[in-house]
């Protein structure tokens, strides 16, 4: 089955964000919002600092019709910056490759 997905880039207000869709669309969560600081350290990455740790890494949301939302923070210590026509990004995964 065909689906859309919508990515939204945020700059450290996913979590905010995304509750606040929840409660519009009377969903819930995909799975449990994911955040930096529970995915393991990486041999060879830089930290994250403290004040990024708490970021959302990845959250999904389904809303109407199959279509899903789904979103994360941008990260300055990764040089990320918001910037208005970055932030969104549409994922269409058609029934086939034709």
Same mark, same amino acid.
């Given at each position: 089955?065909?689906?859309?997905?919508?990515?939204?880039?945020?700059?450290?207000?996913?979590?905010?964000?995304?509750?606040?869709?929840?409660?519009?669309? #009377?969903?819930?969560?995909?799975?449990?919002?994911?955040?930096?600081?529970?995915?393991?350290?990486?041999?060879?990455?830089?930290?994250?600092?403290?004040?990024?740790? #708490?970021?959302?890494?990845?959250?999904?949301?389904?809303?109407?019709?199959?279509?899903?939302?789904?979103?994360?923070?941008?990260?300055?210590?990764?040089?990320?910056?918001?910037?208005?026509? #970055?932030?969104?990004?549409? #994922?269409?995964?058609?029934?086939?490759?034709?």
């Amino acid at each position: 089955m065909s689906k859309v997905s919508i990515y939204l880039n945020f700059q450290g207000n996913t979590a905010e964000a995304f509750q606040y869709y929840k409660s519009v669309f #009377n969903t819930e969560f995909s799975a449990p919002i994911m955040y930096m600081k529970d995915m393991p350290q990486q041999e060879g990455a830089p930290k994250l600092p403290e004040n990024e740790m #708490n970021s959302v890494m990845h959250v999904a949301l389904p809303i109407l019709g199959g279509t899903v939302i789904m979103g994360t923070d941008m990260l300055e210590s990764m040089g990320h910056k918001l910037i208005v026509g #970055n932030n969104v990004t549409l #994922n269409l995964e058609p029934d086939t490759k034709e």
